[in-house]
């Protein structure tokens, strides 16, 4: 009895969650507004990836920030450099950003910004490499990394975050001298998950694998701005 009512409490909680994701969502087509979902295990490389995509695309896209953190404005702080919207949201003790934290986010954009101005806003959620991916909060697409120092073995045992995934980006590539591992068994295993994803491997210390990430992000932003 205990069981089935956790599950259901569960499934009354996905589905609030949701119909706050398809208002968001709303939201952002009303703006023309593309919205992706960063996610990942803490430390793969999601706020240095943010730094590398705002210095990039800042003369290319208009773009914003919803920083998620358990606590502090530390991530927040370092992407406000760059002169962009930056709206952080502490979490307390949820791992993960849901959609009614991310409505706050979007109500702070709407009246201190112009939202009619950006073409995409960039969500860091919690770093926690299971309960982002089962919460959607009204993005168009989910970008997940994964560092090469976390092993082949997680897109096994974590399945859902890279089944949710429209893209997964392997991070710190530059290390792969150092470790024993195999990338074309990170893909493998992450393609057996989900055989449609987009893989793309980054090195945000070399550069290697970026620009191909950031065509993604643009050819991503025009096929939304298209349906808007």
């Given amino acids: 009895m205990h069981q089935t009512f956790d599950a259901a409490l569960e499934l009354n909680l996905l589905h609030a969650n949701q119909e706050g994701a398809n208002h968001n969502r709303e939201h952002f087509d009303k703006w023309g507004i593309s919205c992706f979902n960063i996610m990942?295990?803490?430390?793969?490389?999601?706020?240095?990836?943010?730094?590398?995509?705002?210095?990039?695309?800042q003369d290319k896209l208009s773009m914003a920030v919803i920083e998620g953190d358990m606590t502090t404005e530390l991530d927040a702080d370092r992407l406000r450099q760059y002169n962009v919207p930056v709206i952080p949201i502490?979490?307390?003790?949820?791992?993960?950003?849901?959609?009614?934290?991310?409505?706050?986010?979007?109500?702070?954009?709407?009246?201190?910004?112009?939202?009619?101005?950006?073409?995409?806003?960039?969500?860091?959620?919690?770093?926690?490499?299971?309960?982002?991916?089962?919460?959607?909060v009204g993005e168009h697409a989910k970008v997940a990394?994964?560092?090469?120092?976390?092993?082949?073995?997680?897109?096994?045992?974590?399945?859902?975050?890279f089944q949710e995934a429209d893209c997964l980006l392997i991070t710190k590539t530059d290390l792969a001298p150092y470790l024993d591992i195999d990338l074309d068994r990170i893909a493998q295993n992450v393609r057996q998950m989900n055989p449609n994803v987009t893989i793309i491997s980054v090195s945000a210390k070399t550069g290697d694998g970026l620009e191909v990430w950031f065509n993604w992000i643009q050819n991503q932003v025009s096929t939304l701005t298209l349906c808007h």
């Fill in 40 to 57: 990942s295990s803490p430390g793969a490389g999601k706020t240095v990836l943010l730094e590398k995509t705002l210095a990039a695309l």
């Fill in 90 to 136: 502490n979490t307390g003790r949820s791992c993960h950003l849901d959609s009614k934290m991310v409505a706050g986010g979007i109500h702070t954009l709407e009246h201190e910004y112009n939202p009619q101005e950006i073409d995409l806003v960039l969500v860091e959620n919690v770093g926690n490499l299971v309960c982002p991916a089962e919460f959607e």
């Fill in 145 to 161: 990394l994964l560092s090469i120092t976390e092993g082949e073995d997680k897109p096994l045992k974590y399945p859902v975050m």
